[in-house]
T-cell receptor
Framework: EAQVTQNPRYLITVTGKKLTVTCSQN?????MSWYRQDPGLGLRQIYY???????DKGDVPEGYKVSRKEKRNFPLILESPSPNQTSLYFC?????????????FGPGTRLTVT | GNSVTQMEGPVTLSEEAFLTINCTYT??????LFWYVQYPGEGLQLLLK?????DKGSNKGFEATYRKETTSFHLEKGSVQVSDSAVYFC???????????FGKGNQVVVIP
């Protein structure tokens, strides 16, 4: 089944404790992206990647890191999480030869930082 | 810059009622327009799209027409069901750029 998977789905952590949220897709998509969803703000893009070893900042990159060493994986790293990073996070992917904007979303990771 | 504006507030309506969610946009270049839907506890799914002016996107009884003259892409459905309860997001991207700009979303609640 074609899908985008994220792990973990739920995570409660404390301020300053490094964490990684994994994202994997099995559709051989070149483009991958991370978003955060907050009430009243909709979805905002954190980072995106056009292909392996090619990443760039989105609209709200502060406090986050990403890497793209393999085509299928795009982990999101919070090196020192803070309470303002409590949010619902989505990973998405799409092929570069599709209509730009047709993205496939993962199920989401709900992160709480205390 | 590129941005999308959706009408404020949740939408509550009865089953079989007519649904309209307004979406207007600001963009440089020639945007493609999208509606995504998020069912409770799930990720977003593409509902419909339109890639050029006057195109009408449609899916699952929902429709939206790309109106360049009014920079709008309003979502409509003639007779909603309880299963249509979800959050609906309008979005745009510019040709050749895979980045999506989302509106804030509208919660739709359909009451039996």
């Amino acid at each position: 089944e074609a899908q985008v998977t994220q792990n973990p789905r739920y995570l409660i952590t404390v301020t300053g404790k490094k964490l990684t949220v994994t994202c994997s897709q099995n559709m051989n998509h070149e483009y991958m992206s991370w978003y955060r969803q907050d009430p009243g703000l909709g979805l905002r893009q954190i980072y995106y990647s056009m292909n392996v070893e090619v990443t760039d900042k989105g609209d709200v990159p502060e406090g986050y890191k990403v890497s793209r060493k393999e085509k299928r994986n795009f982990p999101l790293i919070l090196e020192s999480p803070s309470p303002n990073q409590t949010s619902l996070y989505f990973c998405a992917s799409s092929p570069m030869d599709s209509v730009p904007g047709e993205q496939y979303f993962g199920p989401g990771t709900r992160l709480t930082v205390t | 810059g590129n941005s999308v504006t959706q009408m404020e507030g949740p939408v509550t309506l009865s089953e079989e009622a007519f649904l309209t969610i307004n979406c207007t946009y600001t963009a440089t270049g020639y945007p493609s327009l999208f509606w995504y839907v998020q069912y409770p506890g799930e990720g977003l799914q593409l509902l419909l799209k339109a890639t050029k002016a006057d195109d009408k996107g449609s899916n699952k009884g929902f429709e939206a027409t790309y109106r360049k003259e009014t920079t709008s892409f309003h979502l409509e459905k003639g007779s909603v069901q309880v299963s249509d309860s979800a959050v609906y997001f309008c979005a745009l991207t510019i040709y050749g750029n895979n980045r999506l700009a989302f509106g804030k979303g509208n919660q739709v609640v359909v009451i039996p």
